[in-house]
């Protein structure tokens, strides 16, 4: 990839209210091309909101999210979506269709690839992650690990510039946790850009290029993992890494 330098998403004054309840209470942020940025913070502090608001899979109920300079509206966002994969917490993946089936449904419908294109980089994809064996399984069939490398690959297969990691392992027993990161490890070496909500620590010191600390819906501290890991700033943060590490 390029060193561009070039700002991939820029939000202003994020809220998102539920009801009563103020989840988000005025975000800004930059997420920079190569950056690898971990979301870190409490249960109930707003991580998944904020990545699923980025994405539009909740709207904001204020404030502006831009990407690529452009601003994110209801209008535009299928086609931002070309460009913003999101894996999930719980793989997502749609039960009755195979895995090949899960894979070549979106770049197919949104007419980014052929059907033929599309199988062909699915079996690519497959192959990389160890799995061709798996493309006409359904996901009943499959492991917690294999569903969520294979929901991982299914954000790639339209190449997009960013992507989204919502507790990618919290659903995962210990040994495919390992494989799950191993995968998202080597999608950063390659220079991918990547927001992460994880409670994977050692991960989080390892992977990221900066570190975001949410609470009670805003964004209370940040750095590079050696400033908020060993200096903490804020007591808030300093008790969160008493109770984790």
């Not at 989204?164 to 995962?172: I, R």
């Not at 903490?232 to 008493?242: A, C, D, I, S, Y």
Request: a neutral charge.
């Amino acid at each position: 990839m390029e060193d561009k330098n070039n700002t991939d998403l820029k939000i202003k004054n994020l809220h998102k209210v539920f009801g009563k309840n103020k989840v988000l209470n005025g975000i800004d942020f930059e997420l920079t091309e190569g950056e690898r940025v971990v979301v870190l913070g409490p249960s109930g502090s707003g991580k998944s909101t904020f990545l699923r608001c980025i994405n539009w899979m909740e709207e904001p109920t204020s404030g502006e999210i831009y990407f690529d300079g452009v601003l994110v509206t209801e209008k535009n966002i299928r086609k931002m979506r070309r460009n913003l994969g999101m894996v999930f917490q719980h793989f997502n993946l749609i039960n009755n269709l195979t895995v090949m089936e899960n894979l070549t449904l979106a770049p197919v419908k949104l007419k980014v690839m052929t059907r033929e294109a599309a199988e062909k980089r699915a079996k690519e994809l497959l192959k990389h992650i160890g799995l061709p064996n798996k493309a006409n399984a359904y996901p009943a069939s499959l492991s917690g690990g294999q569903k969520q490398r294979i929901a991982i690959i299914r954000a790639m297969m339209l190449s997009p510039e960013v992507l989204l990691f919502d507790e990618p392992t919290s659903a995962l027993d210990p040994e495919s946790i390992g494989d799950v990161l191993e995968l998202i490890r080597e999608l950063a070496d390659r220079g991918m850009t990547i927001m992460i909500v994880t409670h994977e620590m050692s991960f989080a010191k390892e992977i990221a290029t900066r570190v975001v600390f949410l609470d009670k819906g805003k964004i209370i501290e940040e750095g590079t993992p050696k400033e908020f890991f060993d200096h903490p700033k804020t007591p808030r943060v300093r008790e969160f890494l008493e109770k984790v590490l």
